[in-house]
């Protein structure tokens, strides 16, 4: 009974992965609060039937999100760079992994983010225009959606692990996308989760939400694109410690042989 408690017990290894994926979640939910807020001063009194959904409702709070926004792009790179390193089981920092990731992708993540959120805008209020509309026009407007988003999903990820333009970034999430169509549509439903548990269980949710509500879903998406993503790293040479060593022996020869041939031109110019 005592080894289940084990320091290096699967359960006692399972939990820390678990209080990782939740202190992970709130680092990117306080990145998130300005955009949660800014939606809640204009939609909020529409989702507590005060007013009825306006299309300027609508607008002011997807153009003023825009800016609110920017913050949660290189949050989730940051997210996503730490939580494919609790999959693969490699020895990090949360907190200083994260902020390292935010720091090195804000201005890629920015741009994408503001990208992303005014793309989901435009749709949105097309679908609301047209909401009217007996024509095939909405329901193209879905597909087109729901197309976007299973692209989405990859953008973050993409950039936390491979460096490239935001052009590059928004190609390869679209090729990645349909390469790993099948675990495209798990990473779908499985982001779908904490919207299908708020709209159950309403506001009851919340402290689930607050620990596990973006990271949560994340880290499932994070095991289903793991194996994908590694089929386009560089794959890197195991050395043995022999081999290792006499690198870097045949390293240092070559500093020395450098730090003599300096010296001996030097002596040189000195005498002429």
Known sequence: MGKIFDIDSPLMHALSKLADVMWLNVLTLIFAIPLILEQLFFLGPVLFGEFELEVSFVLWAWLLGII???????????????????????????????????????????????????????????????????GIYRYLVIAISLILYMVSLYIFPLLSKFVNTVRGTLKNAALMSVLALPKTVLMTLVSAVPV?????????????????????????????????????????????????????????????????????ESETTDTE
């Open 68 to 134: 609110f926004s920017i913050p949660l792009g290189p949050a989730l790179t940051g997210m996503h760079y730490v939580l494919l390193k609790i999959v693969r089981d490699e020895d990090s920092y949360v907190t200083k992994s994260f902020f390292k990731s935010f720091k090195e992708n804000f201005k890629q993540g920015a741009i994408l983010q503001i990208i992303q959120f005014a793309a989901a805008g435009i749709l949105l209020l097309d679908y609301m225009l047209m909401k009217d509309n007996t």
């Open 196 to 264: 299908l548990i708020l709209y159950f269980f309403d506001m009851k949710a919340i402290p689930l939400l607050i620990l596990l509500g973006i990271a949560g879903p994340g880290f499932i998406c994070a095991l289903l694109y793991n194996e994908t993503f590694k089929r386009f790293e560089p794959k890197e040479e195991n050395l043995s410690e022999e081999e290792e060593l006499d690198a870097a022996i045949r390293k240092i020869d070559d500093t020395e042989a450098e730090v003599i041939e300096k010296e001996t």
